[in-house]
């Protein structure tokens, strides 16, 4: 029979568990406070603990840190309807098995609970970790409740007590920089330096200086020696952000110092030792790289410890509103302002709107929005046009896929399609438009080809035509009476013309 400890003071969660988990195979014992816990738990010795985080007396995070100092093998499921980043950061670093957020989907529940008394009756991993300070999500920077995140905030937990290398991958604009932070602020090397270096906005014959440094002489214009960026941050953390883009001789200098913590300066032949954690970021796909022999693979390998995968703005729609209030509050204490409110109206078009820019882009967007508003609050009429059309105004590249948008006011499954220069635009550039379509077709399940594409048509047609429904349907090859059904079923209100 498995023993299952739950922690919480809320009579009505106790009766909850109680049916939940009733069956004969289970028996359930309870704890109104972490202090009655941790007299029991050394008479119960439960196979799993599930413990609220907010309670009365010694918080949660605190009872499971004295726990993990009597059993750190008994596995421990944290539980909270108030969730922060800091707080799902800090149980994963005090070493709980899982982080859940109140009210709790069942099914879930019990899948977690059933894999970690597996965990229990398998084999325990001991960890340690040091306590942080008490501190929100506003001065954490990464912000988020959906499961995707809570996963990000795991791993930023798990990697806490140790110097493992960190590769960060997501789309640009999804906050890599920021959990490398967390990553840092959160680790034993938090008082050491932290440096960031963007591989891609370094000319290349600059930027293995710019890492390693150089000897005086090394090369024209080398009148003194200079010390990089490595042996700045000897004994911290380095981040290397979009490495996808370093060439490969740096890419062999970066393996030499994961291997062997040590490097050579341009144009120096004594070998430098330095003990620093390197976490890297691409947005670009490393193992396509690899493939195409544009990056290598020990490297690779050797970065590839532990992976941390952002998911997009539009794989965590239900982060948006969390999103919006701390950019309001951000900026609102830059400017030593009151946050302004922000209309339902506004609320709706974001989360229907398909941010190619991400995060970086909403925050954009909102300071653009506070600036621009009359008011107290932030109306429909103060965002974007792009946003509140659900359109980008600039042109589609081939090569970038990360350029689909959702019209707000029409289907949310018909986003719309970026458009080209109609005068430069060959064969060949649309098949290639054709290719990147599918590419998204494939990576977007809701994205509906040729409804997307005749939606952009009709309003380029439009656009083109000063609003002349007439010639309009002429350019586009259908009757004035099909523009019109179509203009109505797309919910294309503007530029309109009774001609």
Not at 5 to 11: A, G, P, R, T
Not at 99 to 109: Q, S
Not at 411 to 422: E, I, K, L, M
Request: net charge neutral; aromatic share 6%.
């Amino acid at each position: 029979m498995d023993k299952l400890l739950l922690v919480d003071d809320e009579k009505d969660v106790q009766y909850s568990f109680r049916r939940i988990f009733d069956s004969p195979e289970i028996e359930i014992s309870t704890a109104d406070s972490g202090e009655d816990a941790l007299k029991l738990i050394p008479k119960l010795r439960p196979d799993l603990v599930l413990m609220d985080v907010r309670m009365g007396g010694i918080t949660g995070l605190e009872t499971l840190r004295r726990l993990r100092q009597i059993d750190a093998k008994l596995p421990v499921i944290m539980m909270t309807a108030y969730g922060t980043t800091q707080t799902a950061i800090e149980a994963m670093k005090y070493g709980a098995y899982d982080y859940l957020l109140k009210p709790f989907d069942v099914p879930k529940l019990k899948a977690i609970v059933f894999a970690a008394l597996k965990a229990a009756h398998d084999m325990k991993q001991v960890v340690s970790f040091q306590p942080l300070l008490e501190s929100e999500d506003y001065e954490v920077g990464v912000v988020g409740r959906s499961e995707a995140m809570q996963r990000v905030f795991k791993l930023i937990g798990q990697l806490a007590g140790s110097d493992a290398t960190a590769l960060i991958t997501g789309e640009s604009g999804t906050g890599k920089e920021l959990v490398a932070r967390a990553i840092y602020y959160n680790s034993q090397r938090a008082e050491k330096p932290f440096i960031a270096i963007n591989c891609a906005a370094i000319p290349e014959n600059l930027l293995e200086s710019e890492l390693f440094g150089h000897e005086k002489g090394a090369f024209t214009g080398a009148n003194t020696q200079r010390i990089g960026k490595f042996e700045q941050c000897n004994g911290g953390t380095i981040f290397l952000d979009e490495i996808g883009d370093m060439s490969l001789p740096t890419q062999t200098k970066i393996l030499r110092v994961l291997q062997n913590g040590a490097f050579e300066r341009v144009g120096g032949n004594s070998p430098v030792k330095v003990n620093v954690r390197v976490i890297a970021a691409t947005n670009k796909p490393l193992e396509q790289a690899v493939a195409a022999r544009e990056f290598r693979e020990d490297l690779f390998y050797r970065l590839n410890v532990v992976r941390i995968q952002i998911p997009a703005l539009r794989e965590r729609r239900d982060d948006i509103r969390l999103l919006v209030n701390y950019f309001l509050r951000k900026f609102a204490q830059s400017q030593k302002q009151t946050p302004k409110s922000i209309s339902s109206e506004v609320i709706a078009i974001f989360e229907n709107y398909h941010w190619p820019g991400n995060v970086r882009e909403l925050e954009n967007v909102i300071q653009r929005s506070m600036v621009v508003a009359k008011g107290d609050a932030i109306l429909g009429g103060d965002i974007p046009v792009e946003i509140s059309t659900g359109r980008l105004s600039t042109t589609v590249s081939p090569t970038v896929p990360e350029t689909q948008s959702v019209n707000p006011s029409s289907d949310s499954s018909v986003p719309a399609v970026q458009r080209t220069d109609s005068a430069s635009t060959s064969p060949t550039d649309l098949v290639s438009i054709a290719r990147l379509l599918f590419y998204w077709a494939k990576k977007d399940s809701k994205l509906k080809i040729i409804p997307a594409v005749e939606r952009e048509l009709i309003i380029h047609a439009l656009e083109e035509t000063k609003g002349n429904q007439v010639q309009a349907a002429k350019m586009l090859g259908i009757t004035r009476a099909t523009l019109r059904k179509r203009v109505d079923k797309f919910s294309i209100k503007q530029m309109l013309s009774v001609s």
